[in-house]
C-alpha cells in the first residue's frame, strides 16, 4: 500500500518556475516506478513524465514538455520531483502522482496508486 501527497502546486507567471513535489509513504518506494499526469478542465488526463524504479536511469517526457521539465526522485526522502520552466499557459491543470509497478505503461494511466492533484496555474 502506497499514499502519495502532492505538494507544491499554484500560481505563477508565463515564464516561470515551479517545483512540485511527491512524497510516498512506505518502504518500498524505490522499487516503483513514478509518473506525473495532468488534467485540465474538459479534457483527458495526460501523461507528463515518468522516472523508471530504482536509480531512476530512465526517464519518459510528454513532447511538448521536453527541456521545460525534469522529472527526479530521491528515495531516501521517498520523494518524486518534477521541476517546471517556462511555464506555458497550456500547462494549467491539476498535476497528478502516481507510482506503478510496469515500466512498459509508463505513459497510461494503468498505475497502481495515485495522489489527489495539486493545481497549477500559468497566467497569461
Known amino acids: 500500500q502506497v499514499q502519495l501527497v502532492e505538494s507544491g502546486g499554484g500560481l505563477v507567471q508565463a515564464g516561470g518556475s515551479l517545483r512540485l513535489s511527491c512524497a510516498a509513504s512506505?518502504?518500498?518506494?524505490?522499487?516503483?516506478?513514478m509518473g506525473w499526469f495532468r488534467q485540465a478542465p474538459g479534457k483527458e488526463r495526460e501523461f507528463v513524465a515518468a522516472?523508471?524504479?530504482?536509480?531512476?536511469?530512465?526517464?519518459e517526457y510528454k513532447d511538448s514538455v521536453k527541456g521545460r521539465f525534469t522529472i527526479s526522485r530521491d528515495n531516501a526522502k521517498n520523494t518524486v520531483y518534477l521541476q517546471m520552466n517556462s511555464l506555458k499557459s497550456e500547462d494549467t491543470a491539476v498535476y497528478y502522482c502516481?507510482?506503478?509497478?510496469?515500466?512498459?505503461?509508463?505513459?497510461?494511466?494503468?498505475?497502481?496508486?495515485w495522489g489527489q492533484g495539486t493545481q497549477v496555474t500559468v497566467s497569461s
Open positions: 502516481a507510482a506503478g509497478e510496469s515500466w512498459l505503461a509508463v505513459r497510461s494511466p494503468e498505475y497502481n496508486y
Open positions: 512506505g518502504r518500498t518506494f524505490s522499487r516503483y516506478n
Open positions: 522516472i523508471s524504479w530504482g536509480d531512476g536511469s530512465s526517464t
